[in-house]
């Protein structure tokens, strides 16, 4: 044990100073978040009521994220990663104004503006972030930075809860948006110390790498020239995307259905995040079990909470289910990133990272839309069932694919 914790000392230490203030901007968005990310799809429930409605809604986030991703495929090797993440954080800002607007003015329109914005401002921090990270790691710092990243990025969203826990009352759904600004502008303070080459505008590139259909035919024979078998770890992505939807949309309003309290939602949510905390130590074990064993194990763990989940509705079980939900995301994300960077060329990083977070977001717009449609027509049990049954088919797969991060070594 002891050298077990010498080890993590030693990896964290290891782990470039850029990467940290990376993982530092994050970490206070996650936190600004955490104002609103327990009573989000309960704001969003004030303009439609519906399962269905409040799910095809916000898919409107994820649908946005997803197309801005297609030119990062592109530009996420071209331009320096921290411009990116920086035009995205002036997106969130302006994002955060037409929230406040929807949230006094009622409109639809506002809401709508506020949706697409945020979703074009997500991928754009994470893709700059991810790529940065992957192209600063090195051997065996790579499952250690993503674990890093992983948890601080979720402490900030569980400090963040426990306080709304205890403040909500006192500000309502309409202001929790104004939280986010100051994460937002010490944000754009910490990116000007990470220095990198590359171009310094997003705008550049556009036009210097997207005025042709050359570059699109570039773009995918990158992609072609990828493991085969990566893209089992893309539909890793896909599904990892699902469960983060189950869990950011339908257990507020699952727990609200069942009678918690605006302060017991929040703290339940906050709670769902702490297995968020061991990613680090998570992707230390990973070392020395075989990846794809951890894989799943997680999935597993995932199938048997669904399963659990849809068969007892006590305070106890609902808090005790969806934290197994969450330990399986942070058993399986550090995991399967760490495989992919491993088996991913460093020319095609940025691509492989963008492709990688368009597989997840397609599972965030699919996510809302088809468990809002069981939820409404055949009950939540049911949804509950079938991502079980998903979690299941691919932990056999990944047994199928056991040692194959140690057979297929990344090429420069």
């Known amino acids: 044990m002891f050298n077990f914790i010498q080890k993590i000392t030693r990896d964290t230490r290891e782990i470039p100073f850029g990467v940290k203030l990376v993982v530092l901007v994050l970490f206070l968005r996650s936190f600004g978040w955490g104002f609103v990310d327990p009573f989000y799809s309960m704001f969003v429930q004030g303009f439609s009521t519906s399962y269905s409605g409040v799910g095809s809604l916000i898919s409107i986030v994820n649908l946005a994220s997803l197309l801005a991703l297609i030119p990062l495929i592109r530009l996420a090797d071209k331009v320096q ?32 503006i506020a949706f697409i914005l945020n979703g074009i401002a997500y991928p754009f921090v994470i893709v700059g972030a991810e790529t940065y990270i992957r192209k600063k790691c090195k051997g065996r710092n790579e499952g250690a930075s993503f674990g890093f990243y992983t948890a601080l990025h979720y402490l900030g969203w569980i400090l963040g809860m426990l306080v709304s826990a205890y403040t909500i009352q006192f500000y309502g759904f309409n202001l929790m948006f104004i939280f986010i600004l100051p994460s937002i502008l010490a944000g754009f303070l910490i990116l000007r110390h990470v220095k990198e080459s590359g171009l310094k ?30 893209y089992f770890f893309l539909l890793l992505a896909f599904f990892d ?35 968020f905390l061991f990613s680090f130590f998570v992707s230390e074990l990973s070392e ?20 659990f989940l849809s068969l007892l509705s006590g305070h106890f079980w609902v808090l005790t289910l969806t934290m197994a939900n969450s330990l ?45 449609f069981f939820a409404d027509h055949f009950g939540l049990t049911y949804a509950f069932y079938t991502l079980a049954i998903f979690a299941l088919i691919l932990s056999a797969i990944s047994l199928l694919f056991r040692g194959y991060e140690v057979l297929v070594p990344r090429e420069g």
């Open 81 to 112: 990663h921290i411009t990116i993440m920086r035009d995205g954080e002036l997106i969130y800002l302006v994002a955060i104004l037409f929230y406040l607007l929807a949230a006094y003015t009622r409109l639809m329109p506002f809401l709508i």
């Open 201 to 230: 505008s997003i705008f550049s590139g556009f036009r210097r790498y997207l005025h042709r259909r050359q570059d699109f035919v570039d773009m995918w024979d990158d992609l072609k020239s990828v493991q085969k078998r990566t």
């Open 241 to 275: 995307g699902i469960l983060v939807m189950f869990a950011f949309i339908f257990i507020p309003l699952l727990a609200l259905s069942l009678g918690f309290e605006l302060k017991e939602i929040a703290l339940l949510m906050a709670a769902t995040y702490i297995p």
């Open 288 to 307: 020395s079990v075989n990846r794809m064993t951890m894989i799943a194990f997680g999935l597993l763990i995932g199938a048997l909470s669904f399963i």
């Open 328 to 372: 399986a995301l942070a058993i399986i994300r550090p995991s399967y990133n760490g495989v992919l960077t491993h088996i991913t060329p460093r020319r095609i990083l940025g691509e492989v990272t963008s492709l990688n977070n368009i597989m997840m977001r397609l599972g965030y717009v699919v996510g809302p839309i088809f468990i809002g």
